[in-house]
């Protein structure tokens, strides 16, 4: 007489649950990425993960709830770099000032480590994270400003302590040029179909868009002060 075999254990409900939630969010990272997010609907995003609508309201609730777990789930862990980063490179200064240099090598190595690791994303996301920052959605903004509220106020008082000839509104306006600049090569294939043209078998033309970035960046946030009177009036108009 034949051993009877072992019934097949059907995956439990939990690993279920996470495996449609990674779905709907792998889908969701692809369609913002290629669309954005106004133009990307929920009919087209249940279709790419092979879900219904409830497993969408279920999972995530409004398609806005849905674009901010794209977002955290990658940005979470490489912002964490970023702090621990900074915090490895001030106490290694050994209490003296960073350079500009050093701050903006904080904020881009993990972003390349990202760009360089499919599993968390990769290029796909630093597009989506780009796009993000150059949205209109006041949403996006909020969001992105309250979440990560604590990384922004510690590289802010590296700079301020980097770039003492700075005031604080002038260095949150020089920084707020410097997201613009990463976040139009972040989300642009401009700049990448112009690195394919000067490096056409590079492999590493990600990398390289990047540290060509910093200096630019740098030099940026280094600028002599202009004339504070007409700064003032400018901002009084």
């Not at 990463?182 to 490096?199: C, F, I, N």
């Amino acid at each position: 007489m034949r051993a009877q075999r072992p019934a097949r254990r059907s995956p439990a409900p939990e690993a279920l649950s996470q495996d449609t939630k990674s779905r709907i969010l792998d889908a969701a990272e692809s369609l913002f990425t290629e669309h954005g997010f106004e133009a990307t609907s929920l009919r087209s995003l249940t279709a790419a993960a092979g879900v219904n609508l409830a497993a969408v309201n279920y999972h995530f609730g409004t398609k806005e709830e849905l674009f901010q777990a794209v977002l955290t789930r990658r940005l979470d862990p490489m912002n964490q770099e970023r702090i621990d980063l900074l915090d490895r490179y001030r106490r290694e200064a050994g209490g003296r000032p960073l350079t500009c240099e050093k701050i903006l090598s904080a904020m881009l190595i993990p972003a390349l480590r990202l760009a360089r690791d499919e599993k968390r994303g990769g290029k796909e996301f630093l597009r989506v994270l780009g796009r993000a920052y150059a949205d209109p959605a006041p949403f996006i903004r909020n969001f992105l400003s309250a979440q990560y509220a604590e990384m922004i106020s510690r590289f802010k008082d590296a700079f301020l302590e980097a770039l003492p000839h700075l005031t604080k509104q002038e260095l949150t306006w020089r920084l707020h040029f410097v997201m613009g600049a990463l976040s139009y090569t972040l989300a642009g294939t401009d700049a990448l179909k112009l690195m394919a043209q000067v490096l056409p078998n590079d492999r590493d033309n990600d990398e390289k868009l990047l540290q060509r970035l910093a200096p630019f960046l740098a030099a940026g946030l280094k600028a002599p002060l202009g004339d504070a009177k007409k700064l003032e009036l400018v901002a009084n108009d």
